[in-house]
């Protein structure tokens, strides 16, 4: 008796159910931006620029020779933003810096399912190409400004993990928010 008792309730507990259990789909971790926060760039550099009080300024270790190469380090999101700057002048043209430039960007096409090129004026009156990049590319968003005559200052944003871009969509979006500022806030020193 005690045993078709229980074959019972096991039967009435296993068909009582109306819901369709499935798995749930793959999720991404919550990531907590902070509110944007600027500090302008210490001395010593031929320009001027606001960055995220959330990066550090480090040196570029790519190329030691370049003193004015430094990269803005995103240590809680694994990014970067390598900013290289160039002097215009003597061996140095405005359109061979540009046209690198441009190359740098294109070179990444064969991923990238869409590059958008705007140019604009900055506030400082210094002429501005950004391109945005979708797709599985390395660098989500790069740019340059420039006099056109004495100083060229480009930058790019590199993250350091191999993760899908659509996980780092927030990551990327704020990131972009700093670097706009950062355009809009060079100041060329002569």
Known sequence: M????MLGLLSFG???????????????????????????????FPYQLDFSKYSLVEPDSFNLTEKNWI?????????????????????????TLSNDAFKLTAKHQIKAYGIEEAVLITPNGYSAVVAELSGEVPTQFQFFV??????????ALYFNTAMKNDSLAPVIEYIKIDMTHLINSVKFLD
């Not at 005690?2 to 008792?5: D, I, W």
């Not at 420039?146 to 930058?155: N, Q």
């Open 2 to 5: 005690k045993r078709l008792l």
């Open 14 to 44: 296993l068909f009582s159910c109306d819901k369709i259990w499935l798995p749930k789909p793959p999720g991404y971790n919550r990531i907590d931006l902070p509110r944007h926060d600027y500090q302008k760039l210490e001395q010593g």
């Open 71 to 95: 990269n803005l380090n995103y240590r809680d999101f694994g990014a970067k933003v390598h900013l290289t700057y160039k002097k215009i002048g003597g061996n140095t043209e405005f359109k």
């Open 146 to 155: 420039t006099d056109s005559t004495t100083h060229f200052l480009r930058g």
